[in-house]
């Protein structure tokens, strides 16, 4: 990913005056303690257009027909010539029994050269690149026979791809279809999807989806762009599924598992908490394959009692059928095939279990103004423990009944220059009480993802997550996502950014990347003293397997900081790399229009065991020293 640079001396690439000489006195042979090996991992949840319009390939915006006052969201009439065809909810009649209704559509005159359909516009249009094959299904019934499927420009009435569906007769059933693109097509996201008809008739439709090419070529998969950007995270968990998307604005409304599972047309779609509906078409075990495909393990969230408008389930037998749900959910995840729910996942195709090691109770359960949620928190944990007496489980508050969880999540979103002032927060927290999961934080400058400015205070909050992960077990950045197309953004400040076309990662989102590359499995003694900017900070750890010193050095101020690093305690060849991260102003940043523009770049340099080195303004580096 890190674009690579002629090989230099360190010295000459940093020959830059500056005011600030600071000494960096490193103990290479005394360990202070282990780095967390699961300190950086990935959190998402159904926000920005996460899944839907974003990770989840479905091209089908609205592909169950949900009915508003203004009709069918997305999708439209398209009658050619003289044509004519009208469109209706039907109530009570659908393919399945959770999506038992549908739409309706009465052709009263079509011929082939004047055909009558609808259209879907997509997710802010529809990706086609050239040569590519597209995987489609509908269910419907009708007294039509057939049907003509197509991709089409929406701009030039260009038909990309088309194919004809036979066996439309008067029972439900599922036909599936595939479009194949020619090679002179230009890659573009104007396009729509059109069903159409040829003859006068009826047909009522439900679910209708279309995929491109997804990642691994997993049916009902995920974007491969999407994918890759998170692989070069260099993630080791997935916190799942959110955020208030687990807790949903009431009971009803919460990430229900059970309602998540099997064949899509099993699946009744649910409210999400950030003004639409989702599809769930990335369920649960969607979820855990997507952790699979990135080498990575779930950090399972359990829904606790506790939804957004207030309503909370008292402790006791009233919740005892939300913990059985965790504990069936655990079971999902980890059971072999001789287990109920380890069976059900083998029989979706998944028989392996995955692996678990933390399940968290819950989502910032402090909002919870009933107070109920340590006796909640309780219940949880007594029950998983009895059961799963190895598994980690994380609070999401202060528990004040006594109940030691093992892990509390810490959220922060804030300002650059509070981050800058928080630095030190977990140095001197007592290492007696439970581990801590920094499971959402995110420096919110920038819109819609952040800027270098806030890429910066990251990095410095990021070397005090390092210095202390002894005590932080585990961190996550949020949101990872943004759907950056006009009314694709909830929340302001995330990691990722993309539209149909293409996606870009913000340079927040390279400082992830090059700590969680650097991460190193212990932090080494070192000592920072002279000279020193103060918005300057330092992380070093090592990996002695791999022979190797990772120096983080944060430079968040305007100016140069100069800087001596002395290492002892093992010997430093020669071959050092150097990752930079930088920028001419705190408001720089990518945009969809322009990715690229703060990157690392990485460069081979002359390490020595002592280093003069120049810190460049507003910058990040990893200085990779070869230390045995
Ligand atoms: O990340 C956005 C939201 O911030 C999450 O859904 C919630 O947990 C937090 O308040």
Redesign the pocket.
């Not at 930088?582 to 990715?595: S, V, Y």
């Given at each position: 990913m890190f674009r690579k640079l002629s090989a230099l001396a360190l010295a000459a690439a940093v020959s830059t005056t500056c005011h600030a000489q600071a000494t960096l006195a490193i103990e290479a042979d005394k360990p202070v303690h282990p780095v967390s090996p699961m300190l950086y991992g990935l959190m998402t949840?159904e926000?920005n257009y996460s899944y839907d319009g974003g990770l989840y390939a479905e091209m089908v915006r609205n592909r169950t027909f949900n009915h508003s006052w203004s009709g069918f969201q997305h999708w439209t009439l398209d009658n050619a010539g003289d044509s004519s065809a009208t469109m209706k909810a039907v109530d009570n009649d659908g393919p399945s029994e959770v999506l038992n209704h549908s739409v309706r559509v009465d052709i009263a005159n079509a011929t082939n050269t004047a055909q009558a359909g609808v259209r879907n516009d997509g997710w802010w249009g529809m990706m086609l690149r050239p040569n590519t094959e597209y995987t489609g299904s509908l269910y419907v019934r009708g007294d039509i026979g057939s049907m003509v499927v197509s991709l089409v420009n929406s701009t030039t009435g260009h038909v990309a791809a088309t194919t004809t569906v036979e066996g439309i007769t008067g029972d439900w059933k599922q036909l599936r279809f595939t479009l194949h693109t020619g090679t002179a097509l230009q890659p573009g996201a104007g396009n729509h999807l059109l069903l159409s008809f040829t003859r006068p008739g009826s047909v009522q439709m439900q679910l209708v989806s279309l995929f491109p090419p997804t990642y691994k070529n997993r049916a009902n998969g995920n974007r491969s762009d999407l994918m890759e950007m998170m692989a070069n995270m260099h993630p080791k968990f997935l916190r799942l599924p959110?955020?208030?998307?687990l807790e949903g604005d009431t009971i009803q409304d919460r990430f229900d598992w059970k309602s998540t599972l099997g064949p899509l047309v099993d699946r009744p779609t649910h409210k999400g908490t950030w003004s639409y509906q989702s599809s769930d078409g990335l369920g649960i075990l969607e979820f855990l394959e997507w952790t699979e495909d990135l080498n990575i393990e779930p950090v399972l969230a359990v829904y606790a009692g506790y939804s957004l408008k207030g309503d909370h389930i008292t402790p006791g037998p009233g919740l005892k059928p939300y913990v059985d749900d965790a504990l069936d959910e655990i079971e999902f995840v980890t059971g072999d095939t001789s287990t109920k729910w380890g069976a059900v996942r083998a029989r979706l195709g998944h028989p392996q279990p995955f692996p678990l090691h933390y399940v968290e109770v819950g989502?910032?359960d402090m909002f919870d103004k009933s107070g109920s949620y340590s006796a909640r928190f309780t219940q949880f944990i007594k029950a998983i423990h009895a059961k799963y007496p190895s598994l980690k489980v994380i609070a999401t508050d202060v528990i004040k009944n006594g109940t030691q969880p093992d892990l509390v999540d810490d959220?922060y979103y804030k300002t650059a220059e509070e981050f800058y002032g928080m630095v030190n927060h977990y140095d001197s927290m007592p290492r007696t009480g439970p581990k801590i999961f920094v499971g959402?934080w995110a420096t919110r400058e920038g819109s819609p993802t952040t800027n270098l400015g806030a890429a910066l205070a990251d990095a410095a909050w990021m070397t005090g997550m390092e210095r202390n992960s002894d005590l932080i077990e585990m961190s996550s950045y949020?949101?990872l996502f943004v759907n950056v197309n006009p009314g694709g953004m909830q929340?302001e400040s995330d990691l990722i950014g993309y539209d149909a076309t293409k996606s870009y990662g913000s340079p927040s989102y390279y400082v992830q990347s090059m700590f969680a590359q650097y991460l190193g499995t212990e932090v080494s003694q070192s000592t920072l003293s002279g000279g020193v900017h103060t918005r300057f900070f330092t992380s070093v750890t090592r990996d002695p397997a791999k022979g190797e010193l990772y120096v983080k050095l944060v430079n968040g101020s305007s100016e140069p900081q100069g800087i001596d690093i002395k290492v002892s305690g093992v010997n430093v060849a020669a071959n050092g790399t150097l990752v930079t991260l930088k920028g001419d102003a705190r408001t720089a940043t990518n945009t969809i229009a322009d990715p690229e523009r703060i990157t690392p770049q990485t460069l081979k340099v002359r390490a020595s065991a002592n280093v003069h080195h120049t810190v460049p303004p507003l910058s990040v580096q990893v200085l990779v020293l070869p230390a045995k």
């Amino acid at each position: 990913m890190f674009r690579k640079l002629s090989a230099l001396a360190l010295a000459a690439a940093v020959s830059t005056t500056c005011h600030a000489q600071a000494t960096l006195a490193i103990e290479a042979d005394k360990p202070v303690h282990p780095v967390s090996p699961m300190l950086y991992g990935l959190m998402t949840e159904e926000i920005n257009y996460s899944y839907d319009g974003g990770l989840y390939a479905e091209m089908v915006r609205n592909r169950t027909f949900n009915h508003s006052w203004s009709g069918f969201q997305h999708w439209t009439l398209d009658n050619a010539g003289d044509s004519s065809a009208t469109m209706k909810a039907v109530d009570n009649d659908g393919p399945s029994e959770v999506l038992n209704h549908s739409v309706r559509v009465d052709i009263a005159n079509a011929t082939n050269t004047a055909q009558a359909g609808v259209r879907n516009d997509g997710w802010w249009g529809m990706m086609l690149r050239p040569n590519t094959e597209y995987t489609g299904s509908l269910y419907v019934r009708g007294d039509i026979g057939s049907m003509v499927v197509s991709l089409v420009n929406s701009t030039t009435g260009h038909v990309a791809a088309t194919t004809t569906v036979e066996g439309i007769t008067g029972d439900w059933k599922q036909l599936r279809f595939t479009l194949h693109t020619g090679t002179a097509l230009q890659p573009g996201a104007g396009n729509h999807l059109l069903l159409s008809f040829t003859r006068p008739g009826s047909v009522q439709m439900q679910l209708v989806s279309l995929f491109p090419p997804t990642y691994k070529n997993r049916a009902n998969g995920n974007r491969s762009d999407l994918m890759e950007m998170m692989a070069n995270m260099h993630p080791k968990f997935l916190r799942l599924p959110g955020g208030n998307y687990l807790e949903g604005d009431t009971i009803q409304d919460r990430f229900d598992w059970k309602s998540t599972l099997g064949p899509l047309v099993d699946r009744p779609t649910h409210k999400g908490t950030w003004s639409y509906q989702s599809s769930d078409g990335l369920g649960i075990l969607e979820f855990l394959e997507w952790t699979e495909d990135l080498n990575i393990e779930p950090v399972l969230a359990v829904y606790a009692g506790y939804s957004l408008k207030g309503d909370h389930i008292t402790p006791g037998p009233g919740l005892k059928p939300y913990v059985d749900d965790a504990l069936d959910e655990i079971e999902f995840v980890t059971g072999d095939t001789s287990t109920k729910w380890g069976a059900v996942r083998a029989r979706l195709g998944h028989p392996q279990p995955f692996p678990l090691h933390y399940v968290e109770v819950g989502n910032e359960d402090m909002f919870d103004k009933s107070g109920s949620y340590s006796a909640r928190f309780t219940q949880f944990i007594k029950a998983i423990h009895a059961k799963y007496p190895s598994l980690k489980v994380i609070a999401t508050d202060v528990i004040k009944n006594g109940t030691q969880p093992d892990l509390v999540d810490d959220h922060y979103y804030k300002t650059a220059e509070e981050f800058y002032g928080m630095v030190n927060h977990y140095d001197s927290m007592p290492r007696t009480g439970p581990k801590i999961f920094v499971g959402e934080w995110a420096t919110r400058e920038g819109s819609p993802t952040t800027n270098l400015g806030a890429a910066l205070a990251d990095a410095a909050w990021m070397t005090g997550m390092e210095r202390n992960s002894d005590l932080i077990e585990m961190s996550s950045y949020a949101p990872l996502f943004v759907n950056v197309n006009p009314g694709g953004m909830q929340w302001e400040s995330d990691l990722i950014g993309y539209d149909a076309t293409k996606s870009y990662g913000s340079p927040s989102y390279y400082v992830q990347s090059m700590f969680a590359q650097y991460l190193g499995t212990e932090v080494s003694q070192s000592t920072l003293s002279g000279g020193v900017h103060t918005r300057f900070f330092t992380s070093v750890t090592r990996d002695p397997a791999k022979g190797e010193l990772y120096v983080k050095l944060v430079n968040g101020s305007s100016e140069p900081q100069g800087i001596d690093i002395k290492v002892s305690g093992v010997n430093v060849a020669a071959n050092g790399t150097l990752v930079t991260l930088k920028g001419d102003a705190r408001t720089a940043t990518n945009t969809i229009a322009d990715p690229e523009r703060i990157t690392p770049q990485t460069l081979k340099v002359r390490a020595s065991a002592n280093v003069h080195h120049t810190v460049p303004p507003l910058s990040v580096q990893v200085l990779v020293l070869p230390a045995k």
